[in-house]
């Protein structure tokens, strides 16, 4: 199957996935009062989603394997301020599990999908 679209990707999808139930929790906890975390976890899960677009667009394998590199460090960063928002009281041990799960599933991807790039023969789209 070629992907013709980013929107297409598994990964992506995942990280689509991600962004509602990070804003969820946002929205409907004490979180929702501490902005600075807030802020920094809707940003560091919009960045995965949004790095993985954008590396896709560019349309050449490497800068794509540097976005999603990109993309998997904020799925650290991301991971972190859970363990925060957690460690802080504001969202559940099972809310943090979820997003957790996802993130490290994501994260996962994110590698097997570099692995696959930088072994392609394929340069991307630009290069043809």
Known sequence: MKIERFEELDVWQD????CGLIINLCNNNLLSKD???RNQLLSSSGSIMDNIAEGYE??????LIQFLFIA?????????QVYRA????YISIEESERVIELLLTISKKLSGFI??????????????
């Not at 560019?58 to 800068?63: D, L, P, S, W």
């Open 58 to 63: 560019r349309g050449g394998n490497k800068e």
């Open 15 to 18: 990280a689509r996935e991600l």
């Open 86 to 89: 957690l460690d802080f009281g």
């Open 115 to 128: 692995s696959y790039l930088k072994k392609s023969e394929f340069k991307g789209i630009k290069y043809k």
């Open 72 to 80: 998997k460090g904020s799925c650290g960063e991301a991971r972190s």
């Open 35 to 37: 902005f600075t975390l």
